[in-house]
Protein backbone atom coordinates (compact mmCIF):
# COMPACT_ATOMS: atom_id res chain seq x y z
CA UNK A 1 0.00 0.00 0.00
CA UNK A 2 1.28 3.05 -1.04
CA UNK A 3 2.03 5.62 1.95
CA UNK A 4 0.44 8.72 2.27
CA UNK A 5 1.64 12.05 3.19
CA UNK A 6 0.39 15.33 4.02
CA UNK A 7 2.11 18.69 3.61
CA UNK A 8 -0.06 20.43 5.75
CA UNK A 9 2.57 20.40 8.85
CA UNK A 10 4.80 22.63 6.13
CA UNK A 11 2.21 25.54 6.10
CA UNK A 12 2.80 28.55 8.59
CA UNK A 13 1.14 28.83 11.75
CA UNK A 14 -1.48 31.60 11.58
CA UNK A 15 -0.41 33.96 14.55
CA UNK A 16 -2.97 36.89 16.28
CA UNK A 17 -0.61 39.61 16.82
CA UNK A 18 -3.05 42.58 16.14
CA UNK A 19 -6.22 43.61 18.92
CA UNK A 20 -9.02 41.08 18.62
CA UNK A 21 -12.55 42.51 17.25
CA UNK A 22 -15.19 39.00 18.21
CA UNK A 23 -18.56 38.74 16.40
CA UNK A 24 -20.33 35.71 18.31
CA UNK A 25 -23.20 34.80 15.84
CA UNK A 26 -25.95 32.35 17.53
CA UNK A 27 -23.82 34.02 20.37
CA UNK A 28 -25.77 32.53 23.77
CA UNK A 29 -24.36 33.34 26.88
CA UNK A 30 -20.89 33.76 25.12
CA UNK A 31 -19.02 31.39 26.03
CA UNK A 32 -16.28 32.33 23.16
CA UNK A 33 -15.92 35.42 25.39
CA UNK A 34 -15.80 33.64 28.83
CA UNK A 35 -12.77 31.45 26.85
CA UNK A 36 -10.66 34.65 25.98
CA UNK A 37 -11.56 36.50 29.35
CA UNK A 38 -9.87 33.06 30.76
CA UNK A 39 -7.11 33.21 28.48
CA UNK A 40 -6.18 36.43 30.20
CA UNK A 41 -6.51 38.10 25.83
CA UNK A 42 -7.69 41.72 25.23
CA UNK A 43 -10.42 41.74 22.98
CA UNK A 44 -13.22 43.67 21.53
CA UNK A 45 -16.86 42.11 22.22
CA UNK A 46 -17.50 43.88 19.11
CA UNK A 47 -20.61 42.01 17.98
CA UNK A 48 -23.26 39.28 18.61
CA UNK A 49 -26.05 37.58 17.19
CA UNK A 50 -28.54 36.16 19.34
CA UNK A 51 -32.45 35.55 18.66
CA UNK A 52 -33.10 34.51 22.63
CA UNK A 53 -33.75 37.03 24.46
CA UNK A 54 -33.02 35.49 27.61
CA UNK A 55 -29.94 34.42 26.38
CA UNK A 56 -29.17 37.94 25.13
CA UNK A 57 -29.90 38.75 28.63
CA UNK A 58 -27.79 36.54 30.12
CA UNK A 59 -25.17 37.31 28.25
CA UNK A 60 -25.18 41.41 29.12
CA UNK A 61 -25.08 40.58 33.11
CA UNK A 62 -21.89 38.38 32.73
CA UNK A 63 -19.76 40.37 30.15
CA UNK A 64 -21.14 44.12 31.16
CA UNK A 65 -22.12 44.64 27.24
CA UNK A 66 -25.51 46.24 26.39
CA UNK A 67 -26.57 44.05 23.24
CA UNK A 68 -30.04 43.92 21.75
CA UNK A 69 -31.73 40.41 20.38
CA UNK A 70 -31.60 40.04 16.52
CA UNK A 71 -32.08 37.69 14.19
CA UNK A 72 -29.27 36.25 12.05
CA UNK A 73 -32.29 36.17 9.07
CA UNK A 74 -31.76 39.39 9.28
CA UNK A 75 -28.46 40.32 9.15
CA UNK A 76 -26.63 41.94 6.55
CA UNK A 77 -23.18 41.38 6.51
CA UNK A 78 -22.77 45.45 6.58
CA UNK A 79 -23.90 44.56 10.22
CA UNK A 80 -20.97 42.60 11.14
CA UNK A 81 -18.25 45.81 10.84
CA UNK A 82 -15.45 44.27 9.66
CA UNK A 83 -13.31 47.02 8.37
CA UNK A 84 -9.20 47.74 8.84
CA UNK A 85 -8.10 44.25 8.23
CA UNK A 86 -4.85 45.67 8.67
CA UNK A 87 -5.07 46.90 11.84
CA UNK A 88 -7.62 44.31 13.77
CA UNK A 89 -8.05 40.62 13.87
CA UNK A 90 -11.57 39.34 13.49
CA UNK A 91 -12.71 36.03 15.07
CA UNK A 92 -16.50 34.80 13.70
CA UNK A 93 -17.69 32.09 15.76
CA UNK A 94 -21.31 30.64 14.67
CA UNK A 95 -22.35 27.88 16.92
CA UNK A 96 -25.41 27.47 15.33
CA UNK A 97 -28.96 25.37 16.56
CA UNK A 98 -28.29 21.54 16.85
CA UNK A 99 -31.63 20.78 17.40
CA UNK A 100 -31.91 18.96 14.43
CA UNK A 101 -28.53 17.34 14.33
CA UNK A 102 -28.64 16.10 18.01
CA UNK A 103 -29.75 12.28 18.19
CA UNK A 104 -31.91 14.03 21.45
CA UNK A 105 -34.07 16.09 18.34
CA UNK A 106 -35.63 14.77 15.48
CA UNK A 107 -32.56 15.16 13.43
CA UNK A 108 -34.28 17.00 10.78
CA UNK A 109 -30.99 17.67 9.47
CA UNK A 110 -29.15 21.20 7.80
CA UNK A 111 -29.38 20.81 4.46
CA UNK A 112 -29.44 23.84 2.38
CA UNK A 113 -33.08 25.35 1.62
CA UNK A 114 -34.71 23.03 4.61
CA UNK A 115 -35.69 25.89 6.97
CA UNK A 116 -34.49 23.65 9.85
CA UNK A 117 -32.94 25.58 12.91
CA UNK A 118 -29.92 23.77 12.33
CA UNK A 119 -30.14 24.72 8.75
CA UNK A 120 -29.57 28.33 9.85
CA UNK A 121 -25.86 27.63 9.19
CA UNK A 122 -26.45 28.65 5.61
CA UNK A 123 -27.02 32.48 6.91
CA UNK A 124 -23.33 32.23 7.94
CA UNK A 125 -22.49 31.50 4.26
CA UNK A 126 -24.73 34.14 3.16
CA UNK A 127 -23.43 36.89 5.31
CA UNK A 128 -19.67 35.58 4.51
CA UNK A 129 -20.69 35.55 0.40
CA UNK A 130 -22.01 39.47 1.15
CA UNK A 131 -18.83 40.33 2.76
CA UNK A 132 -16.14 42.84 0.77
CA UNK A 133 -13.68 42.07 3.72
CA UNK A 134 -13.35 38.47 5.38
CA UNK A 135 -12.64 37.69 8.80
CA UNK A 136 -9.22 36.35 9.46
CA UNK A 137 -10.64 33.36 11.82
CA UNK A 138 -13.82 31.05 11.93
CA UNK A 139 -14.79 28.79 15.00
CA UNK A 140 -17.48 26.71 14.77
CA UNK A 141 -19.04 24.17 17.71
CA UNK A 142 -21.74 21.64 17.54
CA UNK A 143 -22.81 18.11 18.24
CA UNK A 144 -20.88 15.14 16.96
CA UNK A 145 -23.81 14.39 14.45
CA UNK A 146 -22.97 17.42 12.16
CA UNK A 147 -20.68 15.32 10.32
CA UNK A 148 -22.02 11.38 10.73
CA UNK A 149 -23.27 9.65 8.09
CA UNK A 150 -26.48 11.37 7.42
CA UNK A 151 -25.25 15.32 7.41
CA UNK A 152 -21.48 14.36 6.14
CA UNK A 153 -22.78 15.71 2.93
CA UNK A 154 -24.03 18.68 4.07
CA UNK A 155 -20.92 19.12 6.39
CA UNK A 156 -18.46 18.62 3.56
CA UNK A 157 -20.47 21.42 1.42
CA UNK A 158 -19.99 23.67 3.87
CA UNK A 159 -16.22 23.09 4.35
CA UNK A 160 -16.59 23.08 0.56
CA UNK A 161 -17.76 27.03 0.51
CA UNK A 162 -15.47 27.93 2.85
CA UNK A 163 -12.46 26.61 0.36
CA UNK A 164 -13.90 28.61 -1.70
CA UNK A 165 -13.84 31.52 -0.16
CA UNK A 166 -10.01 30.99 0.78
CA UNK A 167 -9.84 29.50 4.28
CA UNK A 168 -8.14 26.48 5.28
CA UNK A 169 -10.50 24.39 7.51
CA UNK A 170 -9.71 21.62 10.22
CA UNK A 171 -12.08 19.94 12.07
CA UNK A 172 -11.85 17.58 15.19
CA UNK A 173 -13.90 15.58 18.02
CA UNK A 174 -13.29 16.91 21.51
CA UNK A 175 -14.58 15.87 24.63
CA UNK A 176 -14.36 18.06 27.47
CA UNK A 177 -13.20 14.93 29.79
CA UNK A 178 -9.93 15.70 28.41
CA UNK A 179 -9.52 18.82 28.66
CA UNK A 180 -9.66 19.72 32.32
CA UNK A 181 -13.63 19.56 32.82
CA UNK A 182 -14.92 16.65 34.83
CA UNK A 183 -17.84 16.10 31.63
CA UNK A 184 -18.26 13.88 29.53
CA UNK A 185 -19.18 16.11 26.76
CA UNK A 186 -18.14 15.17 23.51
CA UNK A 187 -18.59 18.06 20.57
CA UNK A 188 -17.00 19.10 16.69
CA UNK A 189 -14.66 21.93 16.64
CA UNK A 190 -13.81 23.47 13.66
CA UNK A 191 -11.23 26.47 13.21
CA UNK A 192 -10.82 27.67 9.75
CA UNK A 193 -8.10 30.56 9.30
CA UNK A 194 -8.26 32.70 6.01
CA UNK A 195 -5.19 32.09 3.71
CA UNK A 196 -2.88 28.47 3.20
CA UNK A 197 -1.89 28.24 7.50
CA UNK A 198 -2.01 24.91 9.32
CA UNK A 199 -3.65 24.96 12.66
CA UNK A 200 -3.25 21.99 15.50
CA UNK A 201 -5.88 21.23 18.03
CA UNK A 202 -4.70 21.02 21.62
CA UNK A 203 -3.67 17.33 22.90
CA UNK A 204 -5.59 15.72 25.35
CA UNK A 205 -4.54 15.60 28.99
CA UNK A 206 -5.00 14.09 32.44
CA UNK A 207 -8.19 14.97 34.05
CA UNK A 208 -6.93 16.25 37.65
CA UNK A 209 -10.84 17.70 38.41
CA UNK A 210 -13.40 15.41 39.91
CA UNK A 211 -17.25 16.01 39.82
CA UNK A 212 -17.40 16.50 43.77
CA UNK A 213 -14.95 19.30 43.34
CA UNK A 214 -17.51 21.04 41.78
CA UNK A 215 -20.37 20.42 44.28
CA UNK A 216 -22.25 22.29 46.33
CA UNK A 217 -21.73 21.51 49.89
CA UNK A 218 -24.90 23.36 51.23
CA UNK A 219 -28.00 22.48 49.04
CA UNK A 220 -31.41 23.57 49.45
CA UNK A 221 -33.70 20.85 50.48
CA UNK A 222 -35.69 22.17 47.54
CA UNK A 223 -33.52 19.84 45.50
CA UNK A 224 -34.23 16.62 47.00
CA UNK A 225 -36.57 14.43 45.44
CA UNK A 226 -39.50 11.76 46.25
CA UNK A 227 -38.91 8.48 47.66
CA UNK A 228 -41.28 7.68 45.48
CA UNK A 229 -39.08 9.01 42.58
CA UNK A 230 -35.87 7.67 44.18
CA UNK A 231 -37.20 4.56 43.93
CA UNK A 232 -37.67 4.90 40.09
CA UNK A 233 -34.17 7.05 39.03
CA UNK A 234 -31.92 3.80 41.22
CA UNK A 235 -33.64 1.04 39.70
CA UNK A 236 -30.63 -1.44 38.12
CA UNK A 237 -31.60 -0.34 34.30
CA UNK A 238 -32.17 3.77 35.12
CA UNK A 239 -28.69 3.21 36.79
CA UNK A 240 -26.32 3.21 33.57
CA UNK A 241 -28.11 6.15 31.85
CA UNK A 242 -29.04 8.70 34.62
CA UNK A 243 -27.94 8.37 37.64
CA UNK A 244 -24.55 9.99 38.67
CA UNK A 245 -23.35 9.66 42.62
CA UNK A 246 -21.33 12.37 44.14
CA UNK A 247 -17.84 10.53 43.94
CA UNK A 248 -18.26 9.73 40.03
CA UNK A 249 -15.37 11.00 38.36
CA UNK A 250 -17.18 12.56 35.61
CA UNK A 251 -20.95 13.89 35.25
CA UNK A 252 -22.82 12.92 32.46
CA UNK A 253 -23.36 15.53 29.43
CA UNK A 254 -26.30 17.69 31.19
CA UNK A 255 -29.11 18.95 28.70
CA UNK A 256 -31.50 21.60 28.88
CA UNK A 257 -34.72 19.70 29.67
CA UNK A 258 -32.94 18.37 32.53
CA UNK A 259 -34.22 21.35 34.90
CA UNK A 260 -37.98 20.98 33.75
CA UNK A 261 -38.17 16.69 33.79
CA UNK A 262 -37.29 14.80 37.05
CA UNK A 263 -35.51 11.69 34.75
CA UNK A 264 -32.28 13.77 34.39
CA UNK A 265 -28.60 14.16 36.54
CA UNK A 266 -28.85 12.96 39.97
CA UNK A 267 -26.55 12.60 42.35
CA UNK A 268 -26.22 10.89 45.74
CA UNK A 269 -25.61 12.61 48.85
CA UNK A 270 -25.78 9.75 51.98
CA UNK A 271 -29.28 8.14 51.74
CA UNK A 272 -30.66 11.22 49.59
CA UNK A 273 -30.75 11.94 46.27
CA UNK A 274 -30.99 15.30 44.52
CA UNK A 275 -31.04 16.94 41.39
CA UNK A 276 -27.92 18.96 40.16
CA UNK A 277 -28.64 22.73 41.15
CA UNK A 278 -28.96 25.49 38.17
CA UNK A 279 -25.50 26.60 39.79
CA UNK A 280 -23.71 23.50 39.95
CA UNK A 281 -24.60 23.13 36.60
CA UNK A 282 -23.30 26.78 35.17
CA UNK A 283 -20.21 25.87 37.10
CA UNK A 284 -19.89 21.97 35.29
CA UNK A 285 -20.03 24.63 32.08
CA UNK A 286 -17.93 27.88 33.35
CA UNK A 287 -16.48 27.18 36.69
CA UNK A 288 -17.35 30.51 37.31
CA UNK A 289 -20.23 31.82 40.14
CA UNK A 290 -19.10 34.80 40.30
CA UNK A 291 -20.82 34.76 36.21
CA UNK A 292 -24.00 32.95 37.76
CA UNK A 293 -24.37 36.01 40.74
CA UNK A 294 -24.49 38.49 38.15
CA UNK A 295 -26.78 36.61 36.72
CA UNK A 296 -28.97 36.23 39.21
CA UNK A 297 -28.84 40.25 40.38
CA UNK A 298 -29.95 40.88 36.82
CA UNK A 299 -33.55 38.98 37.58
CA UNK A 300 -32.51 35.84 35.24
CA UNK A 301 -34.67 32.68 36.40
CA UNK A 302 -32.69 29.91 37.51
CA UNK A 303 -34.63 27.60 34.94
CA UNK A 304 -33.15 30.24 31.61
CA UNK A 305 -29.92 29.89 33.36
CA UNK A 306 -29.80 26.03 33.54
CA UNK A 307 -31.06 26.18 29.69
CA UNK A 308 -28.50 28.85 28.72
CA UNK A 309 -25.34 27.33 30.06
CA UNK A 310 -26.12 23.66 29.52
CA UNK A 311 -26.42 24.92 25.87
CA UNK A 312 -22.77 26.81 25.88
CA UNK A 313 -20.07 25.85 24.89
CA UNK A 314 -17.61 23.73 27.19
CA UNK A 315 -15.29 27.23 27.81
CA UNK A 316 -12.23 25.23 29.25
CA UNK A 317 -12.01 23.38 25.72
CA UNK A 318 -12.09 27.07 23.77
CA UNK A 319 -9.34 28.17 25.84
CA UNK A 320 -7.16 25.46 24.43
CA UNK A 321 -8.09 26.25 21.27
CA UNK A 322 -7.39 29.41 21.36
CA UNK A 323 -4.04 29.56 22.63
CA UNK A 324 -3.29 27.78 19.91
CA UNK A 325 -3.65 30.95 17.70
CA UNK A 326 -1.58 33.42 19.95
CA UNK A 327 2.05 33.30 19.70
CA UNK A 328 3.18 33.49 23.64
CA UNK A 329 1.11 29.98 24.02
CA UNK A 330 2.49 28.37 20.64
CA UNK A 331 6.16 28.93 21.72
CA UNK A 332 5.18 27.79 25.15
CA UNK A 333 3.53 24.00 23.49
CA UNK A 334 7.27 24.16 21.25
CA UNK A 335 9.16 24.40 24.39
CA UNK A 336 11.18 27.75 23.22
Given at each position: ?43 EHYRICEFDKYAVKSYNAIHGTEFVQSDITGLKASDLG ?255
Amino acid sequence: MQAQISFDYYKPHFVIDKPIRLIELFAGIGAQSKALENLGVKFEHYRICEFDKYAVKSYNAIHGTEFVQSDITGLKASDLGIVDTNQYCYILTYSFPCQDLSIEGKQAGMKKGSKTRSGLLWEVERLLNECTVLPQVLLMENVTQVHNKKNSPDFNKWIESLEDLGYSNYYADLNAKDYGVPQNRNRTFMISILGNYFYEFPLPFKLEKRLKDVLESDVDEKYYISTKISHFVTEPFRIKKKYTTVNADIASSLKARDYASWNGNYISNGNRIRKLTPKECFRLMTFDDTDFEKCKAAGISDSQLYKQAGNSIVVDVLVKIFAQLFEKKIKELEGD
